[in-house]
């Protein structure tokens, strides 16, 4: 009998070979693979003040690179990250991989900060804030150089969403309501919430001197940001005429492709400190 048993198991093996090295997996079992292996990487993209024209900092966007070589773009993982539980260890990788490559840079100028996109699930539960707060202390960083992104998304359970905001504020960082203007908070909710910036989300800084109805919009969000006291990042900046508008209007940060696409940790840092020198105000990308 031990024959056929053999022969059952030889069987199964070559079956399940097979079935693996055809990638029959699911998205979600591939990405549960990726989180295991981590599969993941960080590329940073520079905030631009406009007052001044400098880099100040830049957002960590993550990436996932397949193991045949391909790079994946967070809209096409993150969305299903989140509804599978699979986003905290992410988020975990994304805050080890930022503090590993930026540590050093960042204890060494203290005017430059990293933003973190935080998911819903980071937000309510406070769990990822504890997770920076230990990375960030055990790299010996301020936590006032880690900003923090959240997406109006992040608001569905308000008391716990808030409490994380307040207790992110209380450490020092700075947060930011990511994508503003495409989700539904009303002026009267984002008064009481604990939040020192917006970011326009890019389809408004598209529509500068093109949309002659979505257009005002724009300056309606800039006009609500200053009437909260929030400081302003605009995401997206393509053009130089939409740069010069954001900075009549004063608009504080920028980020898009007319300064630079995201980068690698080194490409950044090289980017950052070629502009430490300069005071030029004009530069396009
Ligand atoms: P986001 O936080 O709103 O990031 C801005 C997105 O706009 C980035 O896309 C960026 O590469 C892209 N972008 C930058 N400049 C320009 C421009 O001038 N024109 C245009 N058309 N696009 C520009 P990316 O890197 O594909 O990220 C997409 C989204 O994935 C992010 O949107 C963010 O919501 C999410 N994401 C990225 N990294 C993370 C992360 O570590 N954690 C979580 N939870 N979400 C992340
Ligand atoms: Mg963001
Ligand atoms: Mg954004
Ligand atoms: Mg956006």
Not at 104 to 112: E, I, K, N, S
Not at 133 to 154: F, P
Not at 208 to 218: C, F, K, L, R, T
Request: aromatic residues 8%; proline residues 4%.
């Amino acid at each position: 009998w031990m024959l056929p048993l053999g022969l059952f198991i030889g069987l199964f093996i070559v079956a399940l070979v097979t079935f693996l090295s055809h990638k029959r997996l699911s998205p979600l079992a591939e990405l549960g693979v990726a989180v295991r292996r981590k599969e993941f990487l960080v590329h940073y993209q520079p905030t631009i003040d406009l007052r001044t024209g400098r880099c100040v900092g830049a957002e960590a966007l993550v990436r996932w690179r397949r193991p045949d070589g391909a790079l994946v773009r967070p809209d096409l993982f993150i969305p299903l990250a989140e509804d599978s539980g699979l986003i905290q260890p992410i988020t975990d990788q994304v805050v080890d991989i930022v503090l590993r490559e930026m540590g050093a840079a960042l204890r060494a100028d203290q005017a430059l900060h990293i933003a973190i996109n935080l998911a819903a699930d980071d937000v309510c539960s406070g769990r990822a804030l504890a997770v920076i707060t230990r990375t960030v202390g055990r790299h010996g960083v301020n936590a006032s150089q880690i900003w923090l992104e959240v997406t109006e998304r992040g608001f569905v359970d308000a008391d716990a969403a808030r409490a994380t905001l307040a207790r992110s504020r209380e450490l020092g960082h700075t947060t930011a309501i990511d994508d503003f203007g495409t989700g539904y908070s009303s002026l009267q909710y984002l008064q009481g919430l604990p939040v020192d910036a917006l970011k326009i989300d890019k389809s408004f800084v598209a529509t500068i001197g093109i949309d002659a109805v979505s257009g005002p919009v724009i300056a309606h969000i800039i006009d609500m940001a200053r009437s909260l006291q929030l400081s302003i990042v605009a995401e997206g900046v393509e053009t130089q005429a939409q740069a010069d508008y954001l900075r009549a209007r004063e608009v504080d940060f920028a980020q898009g492709w007319l300064y630079s696409k995201a980068l690698p940790a080194d490409e950044f840092l090289r980017f950052y400190r070629s502009m430490q020198g300069s005071t030029d105000t004009d530069r396009s990308g």
